[in-house]
Structures are given as C-alpha cells and as structure tokens.
C-alpha cells in the first residue's frame, strides 16, 4: 500500500512569507506526529495528533507554528511569517497505535527560507 | 524530558567488518527504543526495535542491545556491505504516564557509517 506522503517536497520562502505543508498518512493510522529535522542533526518532535485531536504541541517553537488535521487524516502544519531559523527538512510520521510502535515517516519537505 | 546521546557522530569500516553504534538515554521510564537508516535526501527507515522487557534483538546482521539498568542501548551491524552506508539515528520513547504529552521520539544527533568496499 502507499506509504506517508507529503508535499510539496522542496519549498522556497522569502522571509516574512506564510506556508502550508501536508502530509497523508497511512490509511488508518490513529497517531500523526510532525518532525523537524534541521541539516545533520536528528528529527525533533513537534506537534503530536490523534485522530482529529492535537494532543501534544509541547515541540513547536513558536506560536508562528500551527498545525491541523481536522478529519482525522490529512494534517497541515502552517508556518507563518517565516524566519531563516524555519530553514529544515519537516517530516511527518504516521503510527497505527499510540506511536510507541513502528513511526512510518514520509519523504518530508525541504523548506529554504530566504 | 528525554535526553538521547548517540556515539560515534562518524563512523569508517571496511566492507566486511562489523559496526557498532551506541546510544544512551536519561528517563528511566522510556520503554521503547528503535533504529532509524536514513539516506542522503531520503525518509528515515525503521531498521530494527526493542523494548524495554527485551535485552536483545536480531534479525539477520542486524542486532541490538539494551541495558536498563545503564540505561544505554547499541546496533551491532555484521558483514557490513557498501549499500549499509547511511546516517543512523537511535531513538527513545518515553510513556505518556510517566509525563510526557505524547509518544513522541527523541533522537540522538546521527551517526554517519561509511562502508569501504
């Protein structure tokens, strides 16, 4: 079956400028979680969903980060007026359980900001 | 919260050879520990896990160790081959009832393993 999507793949932002990045999870995972993974350092927890429930936003950095998943699939992480500090790879990991089994993450996106 | 430190950040050894990654953690109370294999500009991939009722695991050259009472769990790799080369990141995951908000992931910073051929 497919795996975690997320798009766009790469996206370019001046600084100041909004953006919206979307992940489709697995058909039928419970748990979403959002990662940031900053150029050679390891993912760092963001913001944690359950089903349509934002149960965990203890990771985001500011409160310019705000992220969605209204039906219980699809999530948005929207990023507004974003600074150079935004520059990162933004993964988001699907889970069928609570998450402390197997995290499938998808590709991510690349986001540069100028 | 969490804290995971990860050893070597790089890692060299000839095609053949076995690797060997360390990790420590610093909750006591997380009971989850996978390995992650990610290649340049792709996703992180689940290569093996363990939880905290298991001292070992293996599957094929890969295996892992976990001590709890140190509180430090390794990725043994064996007859290492050129396409092993990637960046590994260990990983630990703490409980919700013991505070944390979620069954998020920490990660160590990565290491490097390249595999000479």
């Known amino acids: 079956g497919a795996g975690v999507s997320q798009s766009p793949r790469y996206k370019v932002a001046k600084r100041g400028q909004d953006v919206a990045l979307r992940c489709d999870p697995i058909s039928g995972h419970v748990s979403l979680f959002w990662y940031q993974q900053a150029l050679g350092q390891g993912p760092e927890f963001l913001t944690y969903?359950?089903?349509?429930?934002?149960l965990d936003k203890s990771g985001l950095p500011s409160d310019r980060f705000f992220a969605e998943r209204p039906e219980g699939s699809v999530s948005t992480l929207k990023i507004q007026r974003t600074q150079q500090e935004d520059s990162a790879v933004y993964l988001c990991?699907?889970?069928w359980g609570r998450g402390d089994n197997e995290q499938f993450f998808g590709p991510g996106t690349r986001l540069t900001v100028l | 919260g969490e804290n995971v430190e990860q050893h070597p950040s790089t890692l060299s050894v000839q095609e053949g050879d076995s690797a060997v990654i360390k990790c420590t953690y610093s909750?006591?109370?997380?009971?989850?520990f996978p390995w992650y294999k990610q290649e340049l500009g792709k996703r992180p991939q689940l290569i093996i896990d363990i939880r905290s009722n298991v001292g070992e695991k293996k599957d094929q050259r890969i295996a892992v160790t976990l001590n709890k009472t140190a509180k430090h769990f390794s990725l043994h790799i064996t007859e290492t081959q050129p396409e092993d080369s990637a960046v590994y990141f260990c990983?630990?995951?703490?409980?919700?009832?013991?505070?944390?908000?979620?069954?998020?992931?920490?990660f160590g910073k990565g290491t490097k393993l390249s595999v000479i051929p």
């Open positions: 990991a699907s889970s």
């Open positions: 990983a630990a995951s703490t409980p919700v009832w013991s505070g944390a908000g979620s069954y998020q992931l920490t």
């Open positions: 909750d006591s109370a997380s009971n989850y």
């Open positions: 969903f359950q089903n349509e429930a934002q």
